[in-house]
């Protein structure tokens, strides 16, 4: 056993590596075991690889909880402004993009690096390649971790394992079954930041746009976000689409509305009074790839001259190019999603010190917990503040 360590964190990720750094900046011994052979794997995919790190626009609101004020604690006291400076310290360049996303201009493995550099620095100890067997709570609030390559033994137990999204990573269910083994509610998973499957019937009428990218606004019944859709062979995917998913639930119906800046039928009246001869069609294929109108109007109408077609026919024009309602097969699933939605109940967690109320020395940090953030470099800040929340507190 290995009785000189005060913390060990699950997980050499995001979260677990913020928290190893700062708990080995306050002096504590800490081991950081992973089953992977090399660390971080997910924030070097972050970003197609240029690891999209935070965003300068955080605010609590972008992210879904069960309980929707945990977050504001741990990302008002490490805020992206911290984790930028951090950067700026390592004189690591990045790029602003749209929306207020922060990108390295070089390689994700930057962001790693500089990680694991500070928790080398501090003298934290990695134990890779490794997997855990059992965990025990032992009687003087200790852990016991029982793991391929011994044991290890500390008062300070943190859990940083991730979710089930990206299994290449090696993602696993290991965090959520320790919550649940020290009585820790974990509220009910499911992909989030994920590509929309199709009915059947949708499919084989849509299988012509795949490929076709525009921008449009998508809405549910919660929320609604405009940014690029795209059409895949499988069914929708684009920013858009993945940011509605997280809160989308099975069976809801959607509405996409391909023209979102136009107001289609005084358009429609506009061009009937100035070119009466000129068919629907043409007209809409001037906004719309031709493609994509031949999908969504029947040839009656899309080939009829305007002079033919009444006020009332625009507006059915304008209701299926604006309004068009459709209800998703299912999504693509933790394959392909992002993030994982639900998680460790963070009823059962402080927001300050990520410690588990009912069992001391017991923490949980970043997507294990039941906080999903928008697409955007969001999820990677929420791993950065609550794991450095837990990192002045193990």
């Keep these: ?8 964190i699950i997980g050499a990720g995001a979260s677990g590596l913020m928290c190893a750094m700062e708990a080995g900046k306050r002096g504590r011994r800490v081991v950081v075991l992973d089953h992977s052979k090399t660390p971080g794997r997910k924030i070097m995919m972050s970003g197609g690889g240029r690891c999209n790190f935070t965003n300068r626009n955080i605010d609590p609101g972008c992210y879904l909880s069960h309980n929707p004020h945990f977050c504001k604690s741990a990302l ?12 700026d ?3 690591i360049a990045y790029a602003e993009r749209s929306h207020g996303q922060l990108f390295c201009t070089g390689s994700a493995r930057q962001i790693l690096d500089m990680l694991c550099s500070a928790c080398v620095k501090t003298g934290v100890s990695f134990s890779l390649d490794i997997k855990i067997e059992t965990i025990e709570g032992l009687s003087d609030h200790r852990f016991a971790i029982h793991t391929s390559r011994g044991e290890y033994a500390c008062r300070s137990l943190v859990v940083a394992t991730g979710g089930l999204s990206m299994p290449e990573t090696g ?10 083994q020290f009585g820790i509610p974990v509220r009910p998973l499911r992909a989030g930041l994920v590509p929309f499957t199709l009915q059947p019937s949708d499919k084989k009428v849509l299988a012509g746009l795949s490929g076709i990218s525009l921008d449009a606004a998508v809405s549910s019944r919660r929320r609604r976000f405009r940014e690029n859709i795209l059409f895949t062979h499988r069914g ?3 920013p858009a689409i993945l940011q509605l998913s997280s809160s989308w639930q099975p069976g ?13 039928v005084a358009v429609l009246k506009a061009q009937q009074e100035r070119h ?9 294929v001037t906004f719309l790839p031709k493609r994509l109108v031949a999908a969504r109007l029947t040839p009656a109408v899309a080939e009829q001259p305007l002079q033919h077609l009444s006020h009332q026919q625009f507006r059915e024009i304008a209701a299926q190019l604006q309004q068009w309602t459709l209800k998703p097969g299912g999504t693509e699933g933790y394959r392909t999603a992002e993030v994982t939605v639900g998680g460790v109940d963070c009823d059962a967690i402080s927001s300050k010190t990520m410690q588990a109320r009912q069992v001391p020395g017991l923490f949980f940090t970043g997507e294990v917990l039941d906080v999903t953030g928008c ?20």
């Design 1 to 8: 056993m290995n009785a000189n360590t005060d913390v060990v």
């Design 76 to 87: 008002s006291r490490y805020t992206q402004w911290d984790f930028i400076e951090l950067v």
């Design 89 to 91: 310290k390592h004189g």
């Design 171 to 180: 993602a696993s269910p290991l965090g959520y079954e320790i919550a649940r």
């Design 236 to 238: 929708l995917s684009g």
């Design 252 to 264: 809801e119906p959607i509405t996409i509305d391909l023209l979102p800046d136009m107001d289609l």
């Design 276 to 284: 009466p001869q000129r068919k629907a069609k043409t007209v809409l």
């Design 375 to 394: 697409l955007g470099g969001y999820n990677l800040q929420w791993a950065w503040s609550s794991g450095w929340c837990a990192g002045q507190a193990v």
